[in-house]
């Protein structure tokens, strides 16, 4: 019992696309000069059936013409494009045809049972060509076969019975139009098929040098037709002696391999048209697992293995998407443009550019059509298969715009309305050609590819192991250039290898690594190690040679945006609270020596990147103490920062104090000093009543040392905002009526300290205090000093947050009686004896402080 042939009468060669194939000499897309062009003829009915002519139209292309009383008529059509003229009633029935191969200016056609005749065979798909010059030739080889003349006697009787006989089902027509189609087959030569029968062992010439072994093929010869063959390195090329197309899977990709003649060049040159090529890339490594390439497409072989319902779901789609695509290029296309007189705009290479599963998915997606056409398969009727298939793809374009419109945008052939119409009457032809292939000649048994076709054609590709070599390298860091220690190194591409080498090894405290009996070929190394991307190179193993392979590893970053904020703008309710200015932001990567940055915040806000992994961030500032977080860095995209960095205060304020307790000019006790609790606060009006009951706004500035009686200093500075408008040197004033608008100071300065004490008259005996009067009636209580001295001042500011930057050197007087009492000895209005026990303390101070930080003193900082 046979098995169901493969179907294969839908890959006729007429000339396929060019879509990949580097070798092509045609192009029937080929747009011909165009004009159009006037001319005429003449409707003879059989036996002068005169009344026949009645309600008759002639159509050709996109032009329709009406018949006089002795059925003349002009008509117009497109110059040098193969077209139709067809006759057709009321019901746009066809009645008669003629095929006019070349149209010019002044034709004249002649439409009869003759010229009928011919069209019906010519219009059959598997002749019809549509090039000028060979359909010439197509009618001349239709005109001198004797079965031309006993289908027009057929024609002539039927027509003479029934003016609309062609739009009629009819088994005598049918089968005289099929004996004419076999004949037209035959009458080529036999000895062309047998020359042809060898055109599948074809190769192009000039192989380059090559630079590595081949690998085996199998099968290693043409097969449907197709030879697979390597070139160099990954490259393969894959030859198409067969008038068909092929749908082509490889391991890591797809696409059609294409024809690349018809069959008229076979006849007039007398030996095949060269092989289509495609070349491709494929990656066979050495012992690994076989790679195929599978090549689908409809076929008519009877070898028993070729089978359509052993193939998989998919693979049918896959033949179906070769088949069906060569249907409609090489048989519906070709049939169109003659019905229609209209030529495809694109050359093949552009059209194989456009097109896509639009051009079949009607027919794939049909369940209904699939069914019909896979019956036409297991039934052994291949050209009746053919012959409804192109019936239903031209159904497709009469019925759907939208398929039209495919079709101008993908295959370059716009159809008008007039044009739809022409295929529409067509299509009521339902005449058949039936083509047995059992009787074909070689000549067409070749040119069909039904001797050798199958649907699925695989070659296998698999490389042998040969000899081995060896590879070295670094792996790199891409910031340093420094070697990685510790990183992990895998090759691939070496499975099977019978010396079973070790594929994975860790880089040397250099980053150096090695491979030895590695199998000759090309090899993938990769490098990883925690922190970095992965890195990949290529090597090829040469044999008893040792490669070098040096490895670059990229930092894997990530990246975490966040804020800054200033506790003295969070204290004081200022917003925004984001720290105004530049900070310093670092990293330091958990448990490695690892740094990132240097970094910064502007105004509050950073956005930084890091390599992956657990980091210690710290942000600082000179005035403040820093503040940190860890935070795990992603491998690749960005995260927010687990929370604000907030920068509290560090205003800072030291220097020397000397004490001169016998107010002699000597210094009994000198110490330096570091202020711990700092804090200046906001303007804000003087709270002590004044004279005028006015009041100014004042900056008061604390510094304490210690919180005991046994350990404690204190200074106190004013200032005055309203006297004091910029940076330099400010003078020091006394503190009497500070802050009161007619007689404060702009600075005034008190020291205080328990490391000398003064004596109550009631026997106590509180910490000693230094300061400086301005009140001229008492200044003999400021023991001998004139002028204080001046505060310095580098940096000037009275919003909170604002840094004030400054330095004194300032001589303050001390009462050891803890009091100053002023007598009137003579008289005159004015103190002149002073009751007294006089010490003095010489401050040089240094200070950074920040306006709005009073809340950092917690210690009561009067006397």
């Known amino acids: 019992m046979n098995r169901p042939k493969v179907l294969s009468i839908l890959l006729i060669a007429a000339v396929s696309l060019t879509q990949f194939i580097s070798c092509s000499s045609k192009d029937k897309g080929t747009t011909p000069t165009q004009a159009i062009v006037q001319m005429s003829g003449t409707v003879n009915f059989p036996n002068l059936a005169t009344s026949a002519l009645n309600g008759l139209t002639v159509g050709f292309g996109n032009y329709e013409s009406s018949l006089d009383t002795t059925g003349a008529f002009r008509i117009q059509g497109n110059g040098h494009v193969v077209g139709v003229a067809m006759a057709y009633d009321e019901q746009q029935i066809p009645t008669l045809m003629s095929i006019c191969p070349d149209p010019s200016a002044g034709a004249q056609l002649e439409i009869d049972a003759h010229s009928t005749a011919i069209a019906l065979a010519f219009l059959n798909p598997f002749i019809c060509i549509v090039d000028p010059t060979h359909a010439q030739e197509v009618i001349e080889r239709l005109e001198g076969l004797p079965e031309l003349i006993d289908l027009e006697d057929l024609i002539t009787a039927k027509l003479s019975a029934d003016p609309a006989a062609l739009g009629t089902e009819d088994v005598e027509i049918d089968a005289s139009l099929s004996e004419l189609v076999m004949a037209y087959f035959d009458s080529y030569p036999e000895e062309v098929g047998k020359r042809l029968a060898a055109v599948g062992g074809v190769l192009s010439e000039g192989r380059p040098k090559l630079t590595v072994s081949p690998p085996e093929i199998e099968p290693a010869y043409t097969m449907s037709g197709l030879r697979l063959t390597w070139e160099n390195g990954n490259t393969y090329k894959i ?311 040096n490895i670059v590893l990229e930092r894997q970053t990530g990246g975490f945006s966040g804020r800054v904020t200033n506790e003295v703008l969070i204290r004081n309710s200022v917003t925004p609270t984001t720290f105004q200015g530049p900070v310093d932001i670092t990293a330091h990567r958990v448990g490695s020596s690892d740094v990132g940055g240097p970094y910064y915040a502007n105004d509050g806000l950073y956005n930084i990147s890091l390599p992956s992994g657990n980091w210690w961030v710290i ?195 001390g009462w050891k009686r803890c009091s100053c009492i002023g007598t009137d000895t003579n008289q005159d209005g004015k103190n002149d004896h002073w009751d007294v026990d006089c010490a003095q303390a010489r401050l040089e101070i240094q200070f950074r402080v920040i306006v709005g930080t009073d809340y950092l003193v917690t210690t009561n900082p009067n006397p």
């Not at 019905?339 to 639009?358: D, H, M, Y």
């Not at 992990?488 to 591409?493: C, D, E, I, M």
């Not at 004091?724 to 205080?752: K, Y």
């Open 239 to 549: 030859t198409n002696s067969y008038g068909r197309w092929c749908y082509c899977c490889t391991p890591d990709d797809t696409f059609f391999v294409f024809p690349n003649g018809d069959l008229l060049d076979w006849i007039r040159y007398d030996r095949p048209f060269p092989p289509s090529e495609r070349k491709f890339n494929m990656d066979v490594v050495a012992g690994e697992d076989t790679s195929w390439v599978e090549l689908y497409g409809y076929g008519f072989s009877s070898y028993p293995s070729n089978s359509w319902d052993s193939l998989s779901h998919t693979e049918k789609n896959y033949a179906h998407a070769g088949g069906i695509t060569t249907v409609t290029m090489e048989l519906f296309a070709p049939a169109v443009s003659a019905i229609c007189n209209v030529p495809r705009t694109f050359g093949n290479e552009k059209v194989a550019q456009l097109w896509s599963r639009s051009g079949w998915n009607f027919i794939v997606d049909n369940a209904k059509i699939v069914q019909r056409l896979e019956e036409y398969i297991k039934a052994d009727n291949p050209t009746g298969a053919s012959w409804w298939l192109t019936k239903q793809i031209m159904s497709q374009a009469v019925t759907s715009a939208e398929y039209r419109t495919f079709l101008a945008s993908a295959v370059g052939m716009s159809l008008t309305g007039n044009m739809v119409n022409m295929l529409k009457s067509f299509l009521k032809i339902p005449f058949t050609a039936i083509i047995a292939t059992q009787n074909l000649t070689s000549v067409a048994k070749t040119m069909l590819a039904m001797t050798n076709a199958y649907f699925a054609t695989n070659f296998k590709v698999w490389r042998e192991w040969e000899d081995y070599g060896s590879v070295s390298g670094q792996v790199a860091d891409n910031v340093s250039g420094n070697g990685i220690a510790g990183a992990t190194v895998t090759l691939a591409g070496d499975a099977n290898n019978p010396q079973n080498p070790s594929h994975q090894v860790t880089t040397d405290a250099q980053g150096h690594y090695r491979f030895d009996n590695i199998g000759v070929g090309e090899k993938s190394i990769t490098a990883s190690k925690t922190g970095y991307r992965n890195g990949s190179v290529t090597a090829v193993i040469a044999t008893n040679t040792t490669v070098t392979a």
């Open 619 to 813: 942000a600082s500032h000179d005035d403040y103490y820093p503040d940190s977080f860890s935070v795990s860095v992603p491998t690749e995209g960005s995260i927010q920062a687990p929370r604000d960095l907030m920068l509290r205060p560090h205003p800072t304020m030291g220097g020397t104090v000397k004490l001169n307790m016998d107010n002699t000019g000597d210094y009994e006790q000198v110490y330096d000093i570091d202020f711990a609790e700092i804090g200046l606060a906001n303007p804000a009006v003087y709270q002590n009543a004044c004279a005028n009951n006015g009041a100014m706004s004042i900056m008061q500035l604390y510094a304490i040392r210690g919180q005991t009686n046994t350990v404690f200093d204190a200074c106190f500075i004013g200032l005055n905002q309203s006297r004091i408008s910029e940076e330099g040197a400010v003078a020091i004033g006394g503190f009497e009526n500070f802050g009161c608008p007619e007689q404060s100071a702009a600075v005034t300065v008190i020291f205080s300290t328990n490391r000398q004490h003064c004596t109550e008259r009631n026997g106590t005996t509180p910490r000693l205090s230094f300061s400086f009067t301005g009140d001229t009636e008492r200044s003999g209580c400021n023991c001998g000093i004139g002028t204080p001295g001046n505060i310095y001042l580098e940096k000037w500011g009275t919003q909170p947050g604002d840094l004030v930057i400054g330095s004194f050197v300032v001589n303050l007087a």
